[in-house]
């Protein structure tokens, strides 16, 4: 699913949006602090390197990817997730930092974000796709869920609100990009 009959479409983020991503990844952890392991304060204490670095490699797609959605007409930002491999686990393809702007919601970019995010992972070899939800976030959940994904049962303390915790899923991938519904 590419969104495009929704006006929207989903690519990799480019070397030179760090600035670009920073900003709309501000504006994710102060809509939905409880959805990232990162604060908001913590971020902003983040050298530019880092942020540079996080875009450079997303943007190359080798280890990790970064991914957004982007209104069609007008090049803005919609909707963002991440996925990586890990040097010893480069068979799970981990899920991190799916948010969608408020003003985009329920037009298919969430949907979209998945379905590009697994390709990579098929791209990549890998096995599973893992992400950690957040125990009061049921949107989140409600869509993974229709997306293949399982609950595990596996849960660890949410990292910045100690009333919450996160809660393990994955799904199997097996066979093809084509196979498995991507372009």
Same mark, same amino acid.
Do not use: C
């Given at each position: 699913?590419?969104g495009? *009959? &929704? ?16 900003a709309f990844? !501000?504006?994710? @952890?102060? *809509? ?9 304060? =913590?971020? !902003? ?7 540079? %670095?996080?875009?450079?490699n997303?943007?190359? +797609?080798?280890?990790?990817?970064? @991914?957004? +959605? ?10 963002m ?5 890990? *040097? ?8 991190i ?5 408020p003003?985009a ?18 791209s990549?070899?890998? &096995? =599973?796709q ?6 009061n ?9 229709? %997306?293949g ?6 849960t @660890?303390p949410?990292?910045?609100?100690p009333?919450?915790?996160?809660q ?9 990009p084509h196979? !498995?519904g991507?372009p």
């Amino acid at each position: 699913m590419t969104g495009a *009959d &929704q006006g929207f479409r989903v690519r990799r983020v480019r070397p030179d949006e760090a600035a670009v991503f920073k900003a709309f990844r !501000l504006r994710a @952890l102060a *809509d939905a602090p409880d959805a990232f392991a990162t604060t908001t304060a =913590q971020a !902003l204490a983040m050298p530019e390197s880092v942020w540079i %670095e996080r875009v450079t490699n997303g943007a190359a +797609g080798i280890m990790s990817v970064l @991914l957004i +959605g982007v209104d069609a007409a007008s090049n803005r930002w919609l909707g963002m997730t991440g996925s990586y491999v890990e *040097d010893g686990e480069p068979t799970i393809a981990n899920v991190i930092s799916v948010w969608v702007a408020p003003e985009a919601r329920r037009r298919g970019v969430a949907r979209a974000l998945q379905a590009a995010a697994l390709a990579w992972a098929v791209s990549r070899r890998a &096995q =599973q796709q893992q992400l950690w939800v957040a125990s009061n976030n049921d949107a989140a959940r409600t869509l993974y869920l229709a %997306e293949g994904f399982t609950l595990t049962g596996a849960t @660890l303390p949410h990292p910045n609100n100690p009333a919450l915790h996160e809660q393990e899923m994955i799904r199997t991938l097996s066979g093809s990009p084509h196979e !498995l519904g991507t372009p």
